[in-house]
Nanobody, 124 residues
């Protein structure tokens, strides 16, 4: 499966953005899918994940209550709605997928499929 992320941009503190990640090659309906992010000079970190059924989600504490992960199985697309953005949310955001991931998996190693990053910059 190939993943293509988009939707990043420059936004002021308190603003909103919605990221999208389109899958091609095959359906990722049976995959757990997630968003990670990486700020300059820092390691890539987990943001949010959604179970293949779409019924359960899991968030990093730093984004819980502000970000919402969702998926559209018909469009084969993953989303991340980001509200109340803060300067510390500035990073390149990556989507990831794998069929064998449990929802609470927050490390990058087990994810075998990755999209390219889309840059989110939050100005203060």
């Amino acid at each position: 499966v190939q993943l293509q992320a988009c939707g990043g941009g420059l936004v002021q503190t308190g603003g909103s953005l919605r990221l999208s990640c389109a899958a091609s090659g095959r359906s990722f309906a049976t995959y757990t899918v997630a968003w990670f992010r990486q700020a300059p000079g820092k390691e890539r970190e987990f943001v949010a994940a959604i179970r293949r059924s779409g019924g359960s989600t899991y968030y990093a504490g730093s984004v819980k209550g502000r970000f919402t992960i969702s998926r559209d199985k018909i469009k084969n697309t993953l989303y991340l709605q980001m509200n109340s953005l803060k300067p510390e949310d500035t990073a390149a955001y990556y989507c990831a997928a794998d069929p064998g991931i449990i929802l609470s998996q927050t490390t990058i190693g087990p994810y075998n499929y990755w999209g390219q990053g889309t840059q989110v910059t939050v100005s203060s």
